[in-house]
């Protein structure tokens, strides 16, 4: 029998880095349901909580197991800034805002899972594990989607939205738009001889029609989103009406692709059909995947707006009581620091952790500063 070498980007050795990041992310989620179970008043909802914390721990010794079996030891476990992070926003805002950050980490462990078993050799260690632990891990998304009160395959959403998520994009627009602005008044005077009440005219501007471009783009994506969903609804409603037999068919389609036999499929289906209204919003959720949203274009509108106008204002702010040469330390600081900040708070919603992403975004507050800067110089000696 001919010995065949392993498929393309299959490894034939574990990954270890790899089962420690496993690792620590089940003892953080572990760490978190804890959290969310002291804090959740509702009992049978703690009890969940608690339950899920449990299951957590026992992947834990999963990947402490194999991490053991190859001689790599494990340290007791330390949260890391990220879900401190969490845990104090957890805290602070209550189980209701922590529930989706979970939700969402246990659709990237999913994805992480599926990855790492298709991508590992099987008889390799982790192959198997892995495969094991992304159904537990779909098994509490969907939990936790059921507790959130939402339907599907948490693990396919894309959108972070939410008031917290609105904040921290606008804020981020805003101090870096008008960062690189008041950078840009700054070269300039630098040749031109400009005063620094310029930098505070321009600043202003700056911060006002950028709050207004946020606030107007955000008004107009959750009206747009509303416009699209409610005419795909009002197509549905017509399909129902005027081909009532397609839209039984197809939705014992859909029941039959979950898992259901033909004849319980086109049972229940049938059942359904018999209230119309019923009907479409189990269309509505199976078909379309459109699921209820408390979205509204002017909350939309004044939360980025105000976000982006409050991130707006720190670079300038420091011109309003100081001068000279002192301003520009202190708004360049105070600036800089910022964008550490928000580049953290931003890792709450993409998974990053917190030191990394705030470095991110100081190299782009850095970059969009020497930008502005060289550029307004550049435009202040041609002028």
Do not use: C
């Not at 845990?87 to 529930?99: E, H, N, S, V």
């Not at 479409?280 to 199976?286: D, G």
């Not at 274009?297 to 040469?325: D, K, N, Q, Y």
């Not at 991110?360 to 500063?369: I, Q, R, S, Y």
Request: glycine letters at 10%; aromatic letters at 8%; charged letters at 20%.
């Amino acid at each position: 029998m001919a010995i065949t070498s392993p498929p393309a980007g299959h490894p034939t050795t574990p990954d270890l880095d790899s089962f420690v990041h496993h690792w620590q992310d089940e003892a953080d989620a572990a760490y978190l349901y804890r959290l969310l179970a002291g804090a959740e008043s509702d009992a049978s909802k703690s009890d969940i909580y608690r339950r899920l914390a449990e299951v957590e721990d026992r992947h834990v010794e999963v990947w402490a197991g194999l991490l053991a079996h190859h001689g790599r030891r494990v340290p007791a476990h330390r949260p890391t800034a990220r879900t401190r992070l969490l845990a104090f926003l957890g805290r602070r805002f209550g189980p209701g805002f922590l529930l989706p950050m979970l939700l969402a980490e246990e659709g990237r462990e999913v994805k992480a899972y599926l990855d790492m078993h298709r991508t590992t050799q099987r008889g390799v260690a982790g192959h198997d594990e892995a495969l094991l632990l992304a159904k537990e891990s779909a098994e509490h998304a969907m939990t936790l989607n059921g507790v959130a009160g939402r339907t599907g395959e948490p693990w396919h959403r894309t959108g972070a939205g939410g008031f917290l998520r609105n904040v921290v994009y606008g804020f981020n627009d805003g101090l870096t738009a008008n960062f690189g602005l008041v950078a840009g008044v700054l070269g300039a005077s630098s040749v031109g001889g400009a005063q620094y009440h310029h930098v505070i005219v321009a600043g202003v501007a700056g911060l006002i029609a950028d709050a207004l471009s946020m606030g107007s783009s955000g008004y107009l994506a959750a009206q747009s989103e509303r416009e699209v969903y409610a005419h795909e609804i009002a197509m549905e409603r017509d399909e129902i009406a005027l081909m009532p037999e397609i839209e039984r068919d197809e939705l014992a389609l859909i029941y039959e692709a979950k898992g259901m036999d033909r004849d319980s499929a086109f049972r229940i289906a049938t059942q359904v059909m018999a209230d119309p209204e019923k009907m479409l919003a189990e269309q509505v959720q199976e078909e379309l995947g459109i699921s209820e949203s408390d979205t509204s274009p002017l909350r939309e509108a004044w939360i980025t707006g105000l976000a982006t106008a409050v991130g707006a204002l720190i670079p300038v702010l420091p011109f309003f009581f100081l001068s000279g040469p002192t301003a520009v330390i202190v708004s360049f600081a105070v600036s800089m620091f910022s964008h550490w900040v928000v580049g953290a708070a931003r890792s709450v919603f993409t998974g990053r952790s917190v030191f990394r992403s705030g470095i991110d975004m100081f190299v782009v507050g850095l970059g969009v500063a020497v930008v502005g800067y060289f550029v307004g110089d550049w435009i202040g000696a041609l002028l």
